[in-house]
């Protein structure tokens, strides 16, 4: 990594600067569950995250620009564009789970957005509805309306990124259920280029950004076995843990179980071999 300048670490990714216009983002096998990063990786987690982003990437051009321009051969690699990103998180959400069920249940509305009464949890809205969050650098993104969003980054600019959300929801959970996976709600990031353009970044329709439901076991009412960190999270719940630094060392069976999870979400989105991609990242660009 000797070319690149090391600028910032997530929870996940370590972020490099191979020049003034492009970026080397590294995604590692860190997990986090309640936002508290663990002593213990998944094998390969990366990788997948990397290589479902550049899938995605490659199929919503036509919706809009994104930030990739080259994946690597260790396939947690991606070189992309240097953007100004904006200060919101974009969550699209087609069913009613997670801190949307919370909100709903407290006041009948999701950031601002008035539902229907009777709702049960997990059931899917009407629509899908746009969420916007605010970007918290340490603990839990906050829900916020449309107003204060708006706010943030102008009312015109909101409206197109409003409705290019909802288009990338709309084909990709189109997409996805025709492979037997409900796409529940899924958080994106979008900057601005130097022309002023709305560019997709960040990654893109994972595990780690999306709620994928297995089609077959999905009931309204009840919560679904997600393709994500569940096992991590159950396994944690389990321990009478307080969440805070430092977390608990996970057992081999939470590993393999997590591991396999997201395996099994790269094989049935993209159709493709998980070892092929392994052999050969570029694989998903085609």
Known sequence: MSEALHVGSGKVRELYALDDERLLLVASDRISTFDVILPTEIPDKGRVLTGLSGFWFARTRHIVPNH???LREDGRSTECRKLEMLPIECVVRGYLAGSGWKDYVATGEVCGHELPGGLVESQQLPQPIFTPATKAQSGHDENIDRAAAAEL??????AEVESTALELYSFVSSYARERGIILADTKLEF????????????EAFTP??????????????ATPPSFDKQ?????CESLGWDKTDPGPRLPAAVVSGTRARYVEAFERLTELDFDDYLSDPGVVLR
Request: charged fraction near 30%; avoid cysteine.
């Open 153 to 158: 980054v102008g009312a015109e600019r909101f």
């Open 208 to 221: 780690d950004s999306s709620r994928f439901w297995p089609a077959d076991d999905y009931r309204p009412g």
């Open 231 to 235: 096992f991590v999270r159950d396994y």
């Open 191 to 202: 900057g601005v280029d130097t022309d002023g353009t709305i560019v997709l970044g960040d």
């Open 68 to 70: 990739l321009l080259a």
